[in-house]
């Protein structure tokens, strides 16, 4: 690697970053969950490869992984040990406001008392790791599309009984292949009215159809995620770019699932082009081996980014972050 391009990428990785698509428990370091699972004495052996990361063959496999992983969080207290790990690995990247999905499904069964447990002690934690580190962190809640829209009610009344300046947003994730976005509009209109903002997981697997079936079977998606596959339907490019709807674009995820198969290939240069609001995100991190800074570092040098790219990346994400305008401004102070 020539000096020019290594000082580029040193430059551009030291740069404070925004993120907004983050699965909270997807973001759990192997090693956090194989210690709860010991403490536990919970066998997950069969999820790890030998070097102790995650093993799983698709993406498929990755959500029965991603659950088993998840079934040794069980406490309050745990979730609190995760979200100080978690923001200890963004905080080495120079994240510095992060918003992350939290499945009350895994805190509680979508009980709203069990639930409003597990957030207080996320909550707590993660306000400590601000003070120490300088991370701002917020809640999006998501319910899990494979779980069924029946499963997705409860997750919903979590949500609006919870939302505020933390809890700020609602989403879903989960199998995209499974059912239509319409078949959850009742949690999303109830989220919606309790005043969440929204935010959808599309275009990652079902196609640029799934797209457009989110923002025309749900009402107030203002971001996706992903989205990406919306590149093979030039009308719908310009539709996103003209709605001004954000992306949240994970280019590791992607090539690490195999949906493209390097980052140089990845269409977020040429939606970004075509005038799309795009933003950068690690979706689970130790599952995908992703950083924020390899994120950065990887399309600085597959499309020649420089620093100024990638502030502007930084700025489309705070502006479509969901917390509120303190906080945003707060947070505007530490991009500089
Ligand atoms: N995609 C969709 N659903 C998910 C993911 C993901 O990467 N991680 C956890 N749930
Ligand atoms: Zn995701």
């Known amino acids: 690697m020539n000096e020019e391009l290594e000082d580029r990428l040193a430059r551009v990785a030291a740069l404070p970053k925004v993120e907004l698509h983050m699965h909270f428990e997807g973001a759990a370091p192997p090693a956090f969950i194989r210690g709860l699972a010991k403490e536990k004495k919970v066998d997950l052996s069969g999820i790890f490869a030998p070097d102790g990361s995650y093993a799983y063959r698709d993406f498929w496999h990755f959500l029965e992984v991603y659950e088993a992983a998840t079934s040794v969080l069980k406490t309050p207290r745990d979730f609190a040990r995760l979200t100080r790990a978690i923001l200890e690995q963004s905080a080495e990247s120079g994240v510095v406001y992060s918003e992350t999905f939290l499945s009350p499904d895994f805190c509680g069964g979508g009980d709203v008392g069990a639930w409003k447990e597990y957030l207080h002690a996320i ?198 972050a969901f917390c509120d305008d303190a906080t945003r401004a707060e947070v505007a102070k530490r991009l500089g």
């Not at 949690?187 to 935010?199: M, N, P, Q, V």
């Not at 954000?246 to 949906?259: A, F, K, Q, R, W």
Request: charged residues 25%.
């Open 123 to 320: 909550r707590e934690e993660a306000e400590a790791c601000e003070r120490e580190m300088g991370i701002t962190l917020r809640g999006i809640v998501t319910c899990i599309r494979h779980f069924g829209p029946d499963k997705a009610k409860p997750i919903a009344r979590c949500a609006a009984e919870t939302a505020g300046d933390w809890i700020v947003g609602f989403g879903m994730g989960g199998d995209e292949k499974v059912g239509h976005q319409g078949d959850y509009a009742w949690a999303f209109d109830a989220a919606r009215e309790a005043g969440l903002r929204l935010t959808t997981h599309a275009g990652e697997w079902g196609g640029a159809k799934s797209v457009r079936e989110a923002l025309t079977q749900l009402q107030g998606i203002e971001r996706i995620g992903h989205g990406v596959q919306s590149i093979d339907d030039p009308a719908l490019v310009e539709e996103l770019a003209e709605r001004g709807i954000v992306l949240e674009v994970c280019p590791g995820s992607n090539v690490t699932l195999g949906i493209w198969p390097k980052v140089a290939a990845h269409p977020i240069a040429k939606l970004r082009d075509a005038g799309v609001k795009v933003t950068v995100s690690t979706d689970d991190p130790p599952f995908f081996h992703a950083t924020m800074t390899r994120e950065f570092r990887d399309l600085s040098e597959a499309f020649g980014w420089q620093e100024d790219v990638f502030a502007q990346l930084n700025q489309t994400a705070l502006a479509a």
